[in-house]
């Protein structure tokens, strides 16, 4: 009898160790099947994390595309054709109404206002902005596994090889996209109305200017850029087909790889110079800026097509969106005789504190992982996609990096709203708005930027330092009730304040400013807590 022992053993060892799989296993799928939603846009493993294309047009209004302004009179019917196929956000919003702080803020997911740019731009001679110590989009997706890449508009400035005041071309650039999480780049410095007008591929200018040129604005309104050294193989009016180009070829050398990449592209247009060729030139019927929009729309269809060509659409995330609100160089004057306003309903445009100066388009596609065909109210900042695309790759939140970025793929999954608890904005003056549900305080006496009235003149006029409107009932911000609302003004105060002493706006360690920031108009002091 003793022979036969070890079977009763065996069996149990057996039935104990299915029974160990079984409970594990089951723990293991228990996260999937209580969030099926949520784990549609999150990927565990690099082979399973989507390419990512991040698209950021140059001084479009919200209203300047049909999905974001109905009563849009520009024909754009790719970015319509995308949208029928994802999510737009008709609540998003750039961190300042212009340029170079939004490209800070999209990159970091942290407030421009934070960094040492306090107000204002950078120009193409500029050395860089951001440290490359500092968290990016760039870092966080090559830590995902990504191979990285930024074609076109840079604008956070680079450091030219300089003999005194003059640059020598011949010489390599220092601390470009690849300072901050590039593997490659090719584009320029500043705004495409800023000179040098020279391409760098990763380091090395193309060309070594030989002449200088220009256009002034009196030659042509729309078309007028800065007198400045210029390559040989630059073109002003192809450098938006050129990127584009570049872009897709960028697409179609990475489908070979066996890694994911994200591609960076930030548009020169439609900002100056407003240059739209053939068959686009006069194609709206009202004037080039319009005509430029339609161009632009045109490339990014070509780019659409370029992912499914490829064979990537179901694997392959694009946002689109743009760095501020329109340009008052579009003509408002003009668009407005044929019935459009880059800013839509909202006042103000780029520059401005106020609605049209950061309220702008955001658009994201991601065939079956996104919802599709559907518009969302949720409240977004350009800062959020940091934490997004962290959640996204499966990457750890970390105490600095997306300081003041929101996980949004709980709305791409087709939630009502965002975590985000308020909004800063920021002018070009270096003015402050904070938002709380409908309730919006404009730290300014006026616009904060280009619009009337301007600060100086606001001032002059004796206007109050404050203006509080509530958004709901008044979008185009015409009607201040500060004076009715002072419990509204003091809670929106110490938010603020709160945001600024933290140095982040979500949880998290506090962490230090780059520099000391201010934002109480003079004459107005913190209220109490």
Same mark, same amino acid.
């Given at each position: 009898?003793?022979?036969?022992?070890?079977?009763?053993?065996?069996?149990?060892?057996?039935?104990?160790?299915?029974?160990?799989?079984?409970?594990?296993?089951?723990?293991?799928?228990?996260?999937?099947?209580?969030?099926?939603?949520?784990?549609?846009?999150?990927? &565990?493993?690099?082979?399973?994390?989507?390419?990512?294309?991040?698209?950021?047009?140059?001084?479009?209004?919200?209203?300047?595309?049909?999905?974001?302004?109905?009563?849009?009179?520009?024909?754009?019917?790719?970015?319509?054709?995308?949208?029928?196929?994802?999510?737009?956000?008709?609540?998003?919003?750039?961190?300042?109404?212009?340029?170079?702080?939004?490209?800070?803020?999209?990159?970091?997911?942290?407030?421009?206002?934070?960094?040492?740019?306090?107000?204002?731009?950078?120009?193409?001679?500029?050395?860089?902005?951001?440290?490359?110590?500092?968290?990016?989009?760039?870092?966080?997706?090559?830590?995902?596994?990504?191979?990285?890449?930024?074609?076109?508009?840079?604008?956070?400035?680079?450091?030219?090889?300089?003999?005194?005041?003059?640059?020598?071309?011949?010489?390599?650039?220092?601390?470009?996209?690849?300072?901050?999480?590039?593997?490659?780049?090719?584009?320029?410095?500043?705004?495409?109305?800023?000179?040098?007008?020279?391409?760098?591929?990763?380091?090395?200018?193309?060309?070594?200017?030989?002449?200088?040129?220009?256009?002034?604005?009196?030659?042509?309104?729309?078309?007028?850029?800065?007198?400045?050294?210029?390559?040989?193989?630059?073109?002003?009016?192809?450098?938006?087909?050129?990127?584009?180009?570049?872009?897709?070829?960028?697409?179609?050398?990475?489908?070979?790889?066996?890694?994911?990449?994200?591609?960076?592209?930030?548009?020169?247009?439609?900002?100056?110079?407003?240059?739209?060729?053939?068959?686009?030139?006069?194609?709206?019927?009202?004037?080039?800026?319009?005509?430029?929009?339609?161009?632009?729309?045109?490339?990014? /269809?070509?780019?659409?097509?370029?992912?499914?060509?490829?064979?990537?659409?179901?694997?392959?995330?694009?946002?689109?969106?743009?760095?501020?609100?329109?340009?008052?160089?579009?003509?408002?004057?003009?668009?407005?005789?044929?019935?459009?306003?880059?800013?839509?309903?909202?006042?103000?445009?780029?520059?401005?504190?106020?609605?049209?100066?950061?309220?702008?388009?955001?658009?994201?596609?991601?065939?079956?992982?996104?919802?599709?065909?559907?518009?969302?109210?949720?409240?977004?900042?350009?800062?959020?996609?940091?934490?997004?695309?962290?959640?996204?790759?499966?990457?750890?939140?970390?105490?600095?990096?997306?300081?003041?970025?929101?996980?949004?793929?709980?709305?791409?999954?087709?939630?009502?709203?965002?975590?985000?608890?308020?909004?800063?904005?920021?002018?070009?003056?270096?003015?402050?708005?904070?938002?709380?549900?409908?309730?919006?305080?404009?730290?300014?006496? /006026?616009?904060?930027?280009?619009?009337?009235?301007?600060?100086?003149?606001?001032?002059?006029?004796?206007?109050?330092?404050?203006?509080?409107?509530?958004?709901?009932?008044?979008?185009?911000?015409?009607?201040?009730?500060?004076?009715?609302?002072?419990?509204?003004? &003091?809670?929106?105060?110490?938010?603020?304040?709160?945001?600024?002493?933290?140095?982040?706006?979500?949880? /998290?360690?506090?962490?230090?400013?780059?520099?000391?920031?201010?934002?109480?108009?003079?004459?107005?002091?913190?209220?109490?807590?």
């Amino acid at each position: 009898m003793g022979s036969l022992s070890p079977l009763p053993t065996l069996i149990d060892w057996l039935l104990m160790n299915w029974l160990r799989w079984f409970v594990v296993s089951a723990v293991v799928a228990l996260p999937c099947l209580i969030d099926v939603g949520a784990s549609r846009v999150h990927a &565990d493993d690099v082979a399973s994390r989507p390419n990512i294309i991040l698209v950021m047009a140059d001084d479009l209004g919200i209203g300047d595309v049909s999905p974001t302004n109905p009563d849009c009179k520009i024909k754009t019917p790719r970015l319509q054709q995308m949208a029928d196929e994802g999510l737009t956000f008709l609540d998003a919003h750039t961190p300042s109404s212009v340029c170079t702080p939004t490209r800070y803020g999209l990159l970091t997911g942290r407030y421009n206002w934070r960094s040492r740019l306090a107000k204002g731009v950078l120009s193409g001679t500029s050395e860089h902005l951001i440290p490359g110590d500092r968290a990016t989009l760039g870092h966080l997706l090559q830590g995902a596994g990504y191979h990285t890449a930024m074609i076109g508009k840079w604008h956070l400035g680079w450091d030219w090889h300089k003999n005194g005041k003059e640059i020598d071309f011949s010489k390599p650039v220092l601390n470009g996209p690849d300072n901050n999480g590039f593997d490659q780049y090719y584009g320029h410095c500043g705004s495409l109305d800023m000179p040098p007008y020279v391409w760098v591929d990763t380091g090395t200018p193309t060309s070594v200017p030989t002449r200088k040129e220009g256009v002034t604005k009196k030659q042509n309104p729309y078309g007028w850029y800065r007198n400045g050294p210029i390559g040989d193989d630059f073109e002003i009016e192809q450098v938006l087909p050129h990127l584009f180009d570049k872009s897709i070829a960028y697409v179609e050398e990475r489908v070979k790889e066996d890694k994911p990449f994200f591609l960076y592209l930030p548009l020169p247009a439609p900002h100056t110079p407003i240059v739209p060729v053939p068959p686009f030139k006069d194609a709206s019927g009202m004037n080039p800026y319009a005509d430029f929009v339609m161009q632009m729309d045109h490339h990014m /269809g070509q780019l659409l097509d370029a992912i499914s060509k490829a064979g990537i659409d179901e694997n392959t995330l694009v946002i689109f969106t743009s760095d501020n609100g329109c340009s008052p160089e579009a003509n408002f004057g003009e668009l407005a005789k044929h019935g459009h306003d880059p800013s839509g309903k909202y006042r103000g445009h780029k520059a401005d504190i106020y609605e049209g100066g950061h309220r702008v388009p955001f658009i994201v596609r991601w065939p079956g992982k996104v919802v599709a065909g559907k518009t969302t109210n949720a409240l977004t900042c350009l800062t959020d996609v940091y934490a997004t695309l962290q959640s996204i790759t499966d990457q750890p939140r970390e105490a600095t990096g997306g300081e003041d970025g929101f996980d949004l793929t709980d709305v791409f999954g087709g939630d009502d709203s965002s975590d985000r608890e308020a909004l800063v904005s920021h002018s070009i003056g270096g003015s402050f708005a904070i938002r709380r549900d409908s309730w919006k305080l404009c730290l300014s006496h /006026g616009s904060g930027g280009w619009s009337n009235p301007r600060e100086p003149k606001a001032k002059l006029q004796g206007l109050p330092p404050m203006q509080l409107f509530d958004l709901e009932t008044d979008p185009a911000e015409k009607n201040s009730v500060a004076k009715e609302n002072p419990e509204v003004v &003091d809670s929106l105060l110490l938010l603020l304040n709160e945001y600024v002493e933290t140095g982040r706006s979500t949880e /998290g360690p506090k962490v230090a400013n780059d520099r000391e920031v201010t934002f109480l108009p003079a004459g107005v002091s913190l209220p109490s807590p």
